[in-house]
T-cell receptor, first 113, second 114 residues
Framework: KAGVTQTPRYLIKTRGQQVTLSCSPI?????VSWYQQTPGQGLQFLFE???????NKGNFPGRFSGRQFSNSRSEMNVSTLELGDSALYLC????????????FGPGTRLTVL | GDSVTQMEGPVTLSEEAFLTINCTYT??????LFWYVQYPGEGLQLLLK?????DKGSNKGFEATYRKETTSFHLEKGSVQVSDSAVYFC?????????????FGSGTQLTVLP
């Protein structure tokens, strides 16, 4: 099976702009989670989607949002970008009928100038 | 809340040395435990997992045992290789109702010298 794919791999934006990142889960996986990775804060949970519904949300401001489509693909959006939003954004998918195992994509590296 | 405390790095070893990376956790309920590895410029790869107390996860020569009494999940490998150089993350997974979330340790940078 193909793994989790994320597009684009790299993005450069300026403060105040917005950005949309995309994630395609492993075929058959219906749960998609997003994480932010920074040198200072490490890996932090953003949110989880299942069957187009947000099931769980981390402690991030409302500028961070997401959605999931009927084919389980997911997007996350960050509005009004700040310098501190520069990070590696990782998407993970899991089969909710199994264990908690999450499989990660390669990530999108976002740089905010 | 749930948390994972991981051995501070960086760790530098010679090839064929023994590796231990300590990981302890705090959690309510009965979490699953994971080790992930991250190579430069890449995402996280699942290395091994354990879903209940006394389970041993193993993969590619790495092992970790879920110790409920000491709330630990230490990663070990008997003989490391240069190709094992990477950042290693310990994580716990909590299913709250139907929702899932991973909580990660801070990561341990491992460098193996030839």
């Amino acid at each position: 099976k193909a793994g989790v794919t994320q597009t684009p791999r790299y993005l450069i934006k300026t403060r105040g702009q917005q950005v949309t990142l995309s994630c395609s889960p492993i075929s058959g996986h219906r749960s998609v989670s997003w994480y932010q990775q920074t040198p200072g804060q490490g890996l932090q949970f953003l949110f989880e989607y299942f069957s187009e519904t947000q099931r769980n949300k981390g402690n991030f401001p409302g500028r961070f949002s997401g959605r999931q489509f009927s084919n389980s693909r997911s997007e996350m959006n960050v509005s009004t970008l700040e310098l501190g939003d520069s990070a590696l954004y990782l998407c993970a998918s899991s089969d909710p009928s199994g264990t908690d195992t999450q499989y990660f994509g390669p990530g999108t590296r976002l740089t905010v100038l | 809340g749930d948390s994972v405390t991981q051995m501070e790095g960086p760790v530098t070893l010679s090839e064929e040395a023994f590796l231990t990376i300590n990981c302890t956790y705090t959690a309510t309920g009965y979490p699953s435990l994971f080790w992930y590895v991250q190579y430069p410029g890449e995402g996280l790869q699942l290395l091994l997992k354990a879903t209940k107390a006394d389970d041993k996860g193993s993969n590619k020569g790495f092992e970790a045992t879920y110790r409920k009494e000491t709330t630990s999940f230490h990663l070990e490998k008997g003989s490391v290789q240069v190709s094992d150089s990477a950042v290693y993350f310990c994580a716990l997974g909590i299913s709250s109702g139907s929702a899932r979330q991973l909580t990660f340790g801070s990561g341990t940078q491992l460098t193996v010298l030839p």
